[in-house]
């Protein structure tokens, strides 16, 4: 089985700066796509970030420029730099892995998620 774990939630101030990481652990064959999802309350959860497995990034319009993903292939783990962020950022955040734990079998693999909350 693979389990993500997220950590570096909590409290910032607008215009602060905050870093999640995600390590991804269990039977790992290879990861592809990482990303970052969220959900404030009573919204749907939605993308933040992907990158995969050879760097290529995609954001959401409403964080580009702001926050930047990557990862680290050698540490199965990926992590979003929070920049600026807005009260609208605020929500819970969750890690997304694409896991193959056995040849030519892949798992969708999501996190517990992660509270970020920014004040104004």
């Known amino acids: 089985q693979v389990q993500l774990v997220e950590s570096g939630g909590g409290l910032v101030q607008a215009g602060g700066s905050l870093s999640l990481s995600c390590r991804v652990s269990?039977?790992?064959?290879?990861?592809?796509?990482m990303g970052w999802y969220r959900q404030a309350p009573g919204k749907q959860r939605e993308l933040v970030a992907t990158i995969s497995s050879g760097g290529t990034t995609n954001y959401a319009d409403s964080v580009k420029g702001r926050f930047t993903i990557a990862r680290d292939n050698a540490k199965n783990t990926v992590y979003l730099q929070m920049n600026s962020p807005k009260p609208e950022d605020t929500a819970v955040y969750y890690c997304y892995a694409e896991v193959m734990i056995r040849f030519h079998d892949w798992e969708s693999s999501w996190g517990q998620g992660t509270q970020v909350t920014v004040s104004s």
């Open positions: 269990g039977s790992i064959f290879t990861i592809n796509r």
